[in-house]
C-alpha cells in the first residue's frame, strides 16, 4: 500500500453515512463513493482539494447511500450530484433496476471489473447479502465496504433482498481471503472510522463463525423450509 492515494472520508446526514472521495492525487481524478445527503458538501469538497469528480460508485442502491424518501425525509442522492457533475453511475448489475432512470448515465458492473482513476485501478467486488448487489471497492490496499462489513459488525440482513446465507459467504470467505493488512473504509460510522480485514477477521464476531448454520441462527433468518 503506497501514501500515492487521495481518500476523503466524510460522515453526512443523521444515519452515520461515511461519503468517500477517492482517486489520484497527481491525476487529480477521484470517485464519489455513495453520494447523498450533502451532495453540495461533497462536491465543494473535491474541488477544494483540486480533484475533479470522475465517476459515482454505489456500494449498495438504499436511499441513505443513493438518495431517495426514507423513514419520512427526502435524502438527496445520485439524481442531485448529476445535476451538479456531469460522470457515469457505477452499480451492480444486480442493482441496476433500482437506478434504471438515469438511462446511460448507468454503467453496470460486476465482481472483479475494474476501474482506472488515474493511476490507480479499483477493483470491484461482488459481496451480496445486504442487497443482492451490495459490493465492495478495492483500491491500492484499501476497501470501501458499503453495509456488507462494518468495524465490528455487518450490515442488517433482515431487509428485502437481503440474504443472510450470502452474507456468510461474503464476510467469512469473499472478504476474509484479502491480506490481514487491507485498511477498511465502512458505509457507516458505528465503531469508527477504520480498521483493517485482519483486525475484524480476530474480532468481529460476524467473521468469525465455522458454520453457516451457527451464523443463520444469530442472524435469525436464513432460508428455514418449513414442512
Ligand atoms: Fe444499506
Redesign the pocket.
Known sequence: MSDAIYLKQMELGPMQNFVYLVGDPVARQCVVVDPAWEIETIVQTAAADDMTIVAALVT?T?Q??VGGHLFGMDIPGVEDLLEKVKTKVYVHKAEREFLKGYGSDLVKVDGNDTLRVGRLELTFLHTPG??PGSQCFLVDGRLIS??TLFIGSC??TD?PGSDPTEMYYSLTQRLAKLPDETVLFP?HNYGGLSSTIGNEKRGNPFMRFAALGDFLRVMGGGRIVLP
Request: charged share 25%; net charge negative.
Open positions: 449498495h438504499h441513505d447511500h445486504h442487497t458499503g453495509d450490515g442488517r431487509l458505509g
